[in-house]
T-cell receptor
Framework: KNEVEQSPQNLTAQEGEFITINCSYS?????LHWLQQHPGGGIVSLFM???GKKKHGRLIATINIQEKHSSLHITASHPRDSAVYIC????????????FGTGTRLQVTL | DGGITQSPKYLFRKEGQNVTLSCEQN?????MYWYRQDPGQGLRLIYY???????QKGDIAEGYSVSREKKESFPLTVTSAQKNPTAFYLC????????????FGPGTRLTVT
């Protein structure tokens, strides 16, 4: 069982829908990282958070340390949001043992 | 513009040949990492380096080698001993290894036939 679990694995939405991607982890962490991977393969950092909530444009990330759960929300989704979204857990004290989820593949259609 | 570059984007090799993947960063980061990505799996750590002339094995180091002669550069060699070398390889860097955000390069897709 992976220490970082994401759900759903695949998600199809229509343009304009509100989207939620979930990430649960079983290890102690110092922070959680949300990443976006486009079809070309390159990875872009979206958020790094250790508590509460962060917002950037139409993207919102939340984390509940007690429940070991984080969510990534996309409001008013658009086809250009189609990508794989990956969460990664930073263990306390070091980033060298970063643990990645397997990703959620999002497809937004017109 | 600061960032991480990896070259080439696509690489093809015959089985039994060693191949070296390039990773360069101009972010002045101390730490650099190599990950491997396979379909349906999370990224797995191959090697990481916290400082010049020092590096440590990650979870799947067998069949790989690295060097860190300059702060900006962390090349990865996929040797003929790596049983399943075909994969997507990502390089990353961070200011240090302790609780600092990692930044990723565009990746190199290696195909070995």
């Amino acid at each position: 069982k992976n220490e970082v679990e994401q759900s759903p694995q695949n998600l199809t939405a229509q343009e304009g829908e509100f989207i939620t991607i979930n990430c649960s982890y079983s290890v102690g962490i110092s922070a959680l990282h949300w990443l976006q991977q486009h079809p070309g393969g390159g990875i872009v950092s979206l958020f790094m958070l250790s508590s509460g909530k962060k917002k950037h444009g139409r993207l919102i990330a939340t984390i509940n340390i007690q429940e070991k759960h984080s969510s990534l929300h996309i409001t008013a989704s658009h086809p250009r949001d189609s990508a794989v979204y990956i969460c990664a857990a930073y263990p306390p004290g070091t980033a060298s043992k970063l643990t990645f989820g397997t990703g959620t593949r999002l497809q937004v259609t017109l | 513009d600061g960032g991480i570059t990896q070259s080439p984007k696509y690489l093809f090799r015959k089985e039994g040949q060693n191949v070296t993947l390039s990773c360069e960063q101009n972010l002045n980061h101390d730490a650099m990492y190599w990950y491997r990505q396979d379909p349906g799996q999370g990224l797995r750590l191959i090697y990481y380096s916290q400082i010049v002339n020092d590096f440590q094995k990650g979870d799947i180091a067998e069949g790989y080698s690295v060097s860190r002669e300059k702060k900006e550069s962390f090349p990865l060699t996929v040797t003929s001993a790596q049983k399943n070398p075909t994969a997507f390889y990502l390089c990353a860097s961070s200011m240090q290894t302790t609780a600092y955000e990692q930044y990723f390069g565009p990746g190199t897709r290696l195909t070995v036939t």
